[in-house]
Antibody
Framework: QVQLQESGPGLVKPSETLSLTCTVS??????????WGWIRQPPGKGLEWIGS???????FYNPSLKTRVIVSVDTSKNHFSLMLMSVTAADTAVYFC????????????WGRGTLVTVSS | SYVLTQPPSVSVAPGQTARISCGGN??????VHWYQQKPGQAPVLVVY???DRPSGIPERFSGSNSENTATLTISRVEAGDEADYYC???????????FGGGTKLTVL
């Protein structure tokens, strides 16, 4: 059974960097079949895609966030990561990691999500 | 940037059919996916590539896509279908995923 689990600090100070890791079990981030992505959801609001990474390190980012985001993959640890820099209160959200099958199949498996609050 | 427009809310009585729309410019030429999200939970893919269902999703969930509107149809609605529903597609012109704003389905 494939599972994804987000981990990282639940509280980040304004102007600092938000860092999260998604650990994958039951599958390999080194698989050529998938991309691995991050999606967030501010409290009471909709879903926003942040970015996705392939096992080769190829990345795609949301144009509205790309100047502040780095998504990376570590096949030796079977996890992928998110860094969001210069955060503000507007970055407070539940952050989900997910497995992206393809552009014609969407995100077929999601982690449970982790709430990150930006506050001093 | 591609914009997907969903109605904020849809209400339906149990046993009836719910239809949730997702509007976009020439969306009928795109591959659209639908997610169900219940409070406090992660989204679940219920329809992919306009009309295909992942394993384990009831046949009551179906999708269609034509011209400028994609539609998620839920037949014989149950109380357990009450949730937020999001449409999504890959914008190949700028290489990024786009989500609709979401629709809250209320079962009366």
């Amino acid at each position: 059974q494939v599972q994804l689990q987000e981990s990282g600090p639940g509280l980040v100070k304004p102007s600092e960097t938000l860092s999260l890791t998604c650990t994958v079990s039951g599958d390999s981030v080194g698989s050529s079949s998938y991309y691995w992505g991050w999606i967030r959801q501010p409290p009471g609001k909709g879903l926003e895609w942040i970015g996705s990474v392939y096992y080769t390190g190829t990345t795609f980012y949301n144009p509205s966030l790309k100047t502040r985001v780095i998504v990376s993959v570590d096949t030796s640890k079977n996890h992928f990561s998110l860094m969001l820099m210069s955060v503000t209160a507007a970055d407070t959200a539940v952050y989900f990691c997910a497995r992206e099958y393809s552009s014609t199949r969407g995100f077929d498996l999601w982690g449970r999500g982790t709430l990150v609050t930006v506050s001093s | 940037s591609y914009v997907l427009t969903q109605p904020p809310s849809v209400s339906v009585a149990p046993g009836q059919t719910a239809r949730i729309s997702c509007g976009g410019n020439n969306i009928g030429s795109e591959s659209v996916h639908w997610y169900q999200q219940k409070p406090g939970q992660a989204p679940v893919l219920v329809v992919y590539d306009n009309s295909d269902r992942p394993s384990g999703i009831p046949e009551r969930f179906s999708g269609s896509n034509s011209e400028n509107t994609a539609t998620l149809t839920i037949s014989r609605v149950e109380a357990g279908d009450e949730a937020d529903y999001y449409c999504q597609l890959w914008d190949s012109s700028s290489d990024h995923w786009v989500f609709g704003g979401g629709t809250k389905l209320t079962v009366l």
